[in-house]
């Protein structure tokens, strides 16, 4: 089973785009879901993360402007992205955790830019 991210795409600055996360099958329920960006050059960094219980974090760069969550069952999740930057143009992953390991999605571009 694997994560399929989606939502990605071009957007000018101070738009808005909201990815999606979901397995590829059936699987168990997440304790944690998060995301995850690339640019070029650039070492993967965590954006925004979210506990099967709702408490998240978020990296200083995007806080008020992204918002992270998991559906009632713990099995999908979204990341909404207002106010965006040009320096928000990445590669995003998502990434989900259970008690039978850890998962990751292949990434969905999103590049903002005028």
């Known amino acids: 089973v694997q994560l399929q991210a989606s939502g990605g795409g071009l957007v000018q600055p101070g738009g808005s785009l909201r990815l999606s996360c979901a397995p590829s099958?059936?699987?168990?329920?997440?304790?944690?879901m998060a995301w995850y960006r690339q640019a070029p050059g650039n070492q993967r960094e965590l954006v925004a993360r979210?506990?099967?219980?709702?408490?998240?974090n978020y990296a200083d760069s995007v806080k008020a402007r992204f918002t992270v969550s998991m559906n009632n069952a713990k099995t999908t999740g979204n990341l909404q992205m207002n106010g965006l930057k040009p320096e928000d143009t990445a590669v995003y992953y998502c990434?989900?955790?259970?008690?039978?390991?850890?998962?990751w999605g292949q990434g969905t571009l999103v590049t903002v830019s005028s």
């Open positions: 990434n989900a955790v259970n008690w039978r390991g850890e998962y």
């Open positions: 099958g059936v699987i168990f329920s997440f304790d944690a």
């Open positions: 979210i506990t099967r219980d709702g408490s998240t």
